[in-house]
T-cell receptor
Framework: EAQVTQNPRYLITVTGKKLTVTCSQN?????MSWYRQDPGLGLRQIYY???????DKGDVPEGYKVSRKEKRNFPLILESPSPNQTSLYFC?????????FGPGTRLTVL | SQQGEEDPQALSIQEGENATMNCSYK?????LQWYRQNSGRGLVHLIL?????REKHSGRLRVTLDTSKKSSSLLITASRAADTASYFC??????????FGTGTRLQVTL
């Protein structure tokens, strides 16, 4: 089944404790993205990748890092999480125009 | 920055009625897409309309695009309770960089 998976689905952590949210797709898509969704603000793109080793900033990249060492994986790294990064995070992949979204990761930073 | 803005923010209708939601955007586009999100879940692609198209249909969905007014509308005919969700328009000129609006919350009651 074609899908985008994210782990973990739920995470509660404390300020400053490094964390990684994994994202994997099995559709051999070149493009992958990370979004965060906050009430009243819709989805905002954090980072995106156009292929292996090619990444670029989205609209809200501050406080986040990404890497794309393999085509199928695109982890999101928070080196020192802060409470304002509490949000619902989505990974997405695409080969052309349509994006396929993962199920989301709900992150709470205390 | 938000490229798309949906209107209304919330819409409540009865089953069987039609639901219309609108999207306005700011810059020129190659295509415009509509996505659906059930509460707290990942977005699902509904339909894409290209800049040289004026209208497109998919099942009970009808999308129009007016590039001169920089606006699009999504019509859901004969709505069902299962159509209850948030609907987002998204614009972008590359597969990797989509900008989403803040969404319309549709509630369909029995």
């Amino acid at each position: 089944e074609a899908q985008v998976t994210q782990n973990p689905r739920y995470l509660i952590t404390v300020t400053g404790k490094k964390l990684t949210v994994t994202c994997s797709q099995n559709m051999n898509h070149e493009y992958m993205s990370w979004y965060r969704q906050d009430p009243g603000l819709g989805l905002r793109q954090i980072y995106y990748s156009m292929n292996v080793e090619v990444t670029d900033k989205g609209d809200v990249p501050e406080g986040y890092k990404v890497s794309r060492k393999e085509k199928r994986n695109f982890p999101l790294i928070l080196e020192s999480p802060s409470p304002n990064q509490t949000s619902l995070y989505f990974c997405a992949s695409s080969s052309r125009d349509t994006q396929y979204f993962g199920p989301g990761t709900r992150l709470t930073v205390l | 920055s938000q490229q798309g803005e949906e209107d209304p923010q919330a819409l409540s209708i009865q089953e069987g009625e039609n639901a219309t939601m609108n999207c306005s955007y700011k810059t020129s586009i190659n295509n415009l897409q509509w996505y659906r999100q059930n509460s707290g879940r990942g977005l699902v692609h509904l339909i894409l309309i290209r800049s040289n198209e004026r209208e497109k249909h998919s099942g009970r969905l009808r999308v129009t695009l007016d590039t001169s007014k920089k606006s699009s509308s999504l019509l859901i005919t004969a709505s069902r309770a299962a159509d209850t969700a948030s609907y987002f328009c998204a614009t972008g000129n590359t597969a990797s960089k989509l900008t989403f609006g803040t969404g319309t919350r549709l509630q369909v009651t029995l």
